[in-house]
Structures are given as structure tokens and as C-alpha cells.
């Protein structure tokens, strides 16, 4: 039996950037925190905690802090709480990743010229909550294009699309053709990370040929998820794992190939234990 690992998973470049700024300021001896997981990976937040490093989960827990030092999470944060950060008396330290921080930008600007502002992505994600509040007026978020279908401008506005890094590319395709189809003037900017396509692309591509799919990543991870749902799509016998324990396989001597694939806040020795574990044991 075969096991292959998909040409992309595993940690992209904005995660291991925030990851890699946090250990560096954990090297300074200074109180740390992060606003919100600095990625969706519980064992990359685990690890943080067992060096000190501590979560925030609400603006109220920030505004109650006057000294350390605040490290912004990969997703992003609304506007109002960098602010917040800057102002409260605490070093901030910005690990947004650098391709949300394009869309921050894209819809603030757009937003003051009058726009209003369409996220095609998951409204409860926080990349998608940070993006939304740095919009100055009207915003709406499209999780699927049957939200586009629904949709009807209001007044003159013009309008702007931009997506969540990690949204499905097909699904942002089809709420693209249902806006052409109604003939509305729509600036359209295709801002989900090419490391996102990448992942979703390979994954698929492995899943075609694999008998059983592995897909590695955070419970709270929308990427992750995402792969799942493309792997799903092409293999029957998938699943969603967070770590080695939730591994539960009993493969038939028919299965030729295992295909493992991960999220981008994956780290690496996650994944190599899993491969590990299929190739040794089955």
C-alpha cells in the first residue's frame, strides 16, 4: 500500500511568519499575548501556552491589560481593536498576514469612496469579522452563492467583492458569474491566498486517485475544512483529523493508496507522524 502526502500542506507563509513572531518575542523574557490563537491549530497554541503565552478571547480582556506585550493573531483583528492595542499602553506587534492585511486595506479604501463591500466568506470566522471592521460603511458577507442569488443592492452604491483567503475558488467563481448575470457593476478583486488554491488543487488531485483520504488540521480551521469538503467530494472514504489520537483506520487489503493532506496551520511534525503511523502499521 501506497502513502502519499499531497504536493501542498501543511503551514503556508502567513502562519509560520505569526508563529514564528510570537517565539521570537517569547524569547525576550516579556509577558506575552496573542489577541485570539495566533492560528486555528490547538497544538501550535498548546505549545505557546507551555511557554507562557497567554490568549486573549475579547476586546474586554485587552482593555483590562496596561504593560506586555500584544501579538495581532495571522487572521487579523478589526481596526478598532489595533487601536485599542496601540492606544492601551502595551507594545503591539502586528502578525497579521500580510495577504489579509491586502484586503484590510482594499476595503477601507473602497469603502470611503462610497462602496459597499461584499465578503464572500464564513461571517463567524474571525479573518472575515477583522476584514468587516475595517469597512466604513455598508458591508455584506456571502457564505454561499445562493447568498449572491439573494442579494439586491441598495441605492447607487457601487459595489466590491473580496473573499476570504481561504474560500472555496469555485464557490467564489460562481457568486463572480451570478453577479455578472444580473448585470451588476461589481469591482471584483480575487483575494483568497494562492496558497489556498494550491492546497484545494492538490488536495483534489490526490483524493482522485486515493482509496482513503487523511485531511490533518484545527477543529476551528476553515481551510481546513475546506480541503475535508474537496476530499469528500472525490473520495468517500475520507476523514478529518486534528492529531494522531483521532486516527482510527481499518483498512481493507483493497486500499492501494492513502492520501494525507493538511491545513495551513498545521505544523509539520503533525503531519509526518501521521504518515509515520499509516505507513508503519498498514
Not at 68 to 97: L, N
Not at 248 to 274: C, F, M, Q, W, Y
Request: hydrophobic share 35%; net charge negative; proline share 4%.
Amino acid at each position: 500500500m501506497e502513502t502519499r502526502l499531497a504536493e501542498y500542506a501543511g503551514f503556508c507563509f502567513g502562519v509560520r511568519r505569526a508563529v514564528d513572531t510570537v517565539y521570537e518575542q517569547v524569547k525576550s523574557g516579556k509577558t506575552i499575548y496573542t489577541y485570539g490563537p495566533i492560528v486555528h491549530s490547538e497544538e501550535v497554541v498548546r505549545e505557546l501556552a507551555a511557554q507562557g503565552v497567554r490568549v486573549l478571547e475579547s476586546r474586554e480582556e485587552l482593555e483590562a491589560l496596561s504593560e506586555g506585550t500584544v501579538v495581532i493573531r495571522a487572521h487579523g483583528v478589526p481596526k478598532e481593536i489595533c487601536r485599542i492595542a496601540a492606544e492601551g499602553g502595551m507594545e503591539c506587534i502586528d502578525a497579521t498576514c500580510p495577504f489579509v492585511k491586502r484586503i484590510h486595506r482594499i476595503v477601507e479604501e473602497e469603502s470611503l469612496r462610497g462602496s459597499h463591500i461584499l465578503v464572500a466568506g464564513n461571517p463567524g470566522h474571525p479573518e472575515v469579522e477583522g476584514i468587516v471592521g475595517w469597512c466604513k460603511g455598508p458591508v455584506t458577507v456571502l457564505e454561499e452563492p445562493g447568498d449572491a442569488e439573494k442579494f439586491v443592492p441598495s441605492g447607487d452604491r457601487k459595489l466590491c467583492l473580496v473573499a476570504q483567503t481561504t474560500f472555496n475558488y469555485n464557490k467564489f467563481h460562481s457568486i463572480v458569474e451570478i453577479f455578472e448575470k444580473k448585470g451588476y457593476n461589481v469591482y471584483v478583486v480575487n483575494t483568497i491566498c494562492s496558497a489556498t488554491e494550491e492546497r484545494q488543487r492538490s488536495a483534489r488531485a490526490l483524493a482522485e486517485e486515493a482509496d482513503v483520504m487523511i485531511v490533518i488540521g484545527g477543529k476551528h480551521s476553515s481551510n481546513t475544512k475546506k480541503l475535508f469538503e474537496i476530499c469528500k467530494e472525490e473520495c468517500a472514504h475520507s476523514y478529518f483529523i486534528q492529531t494522531l489520537d483521532d486516527l482510527h483506520l481499518d483498512l481493507p487489503k483493497a486500499v492501494r493508496l492513502v492520501g494525507i493532506t493538511a491545513g495551513a496551520s498545521t505544523p509539520n511534525n503533525l503531519i509526518e507522524e501521521v504518515q509515520n503511523y499509516v505507513r508503519i502499521n498498514f
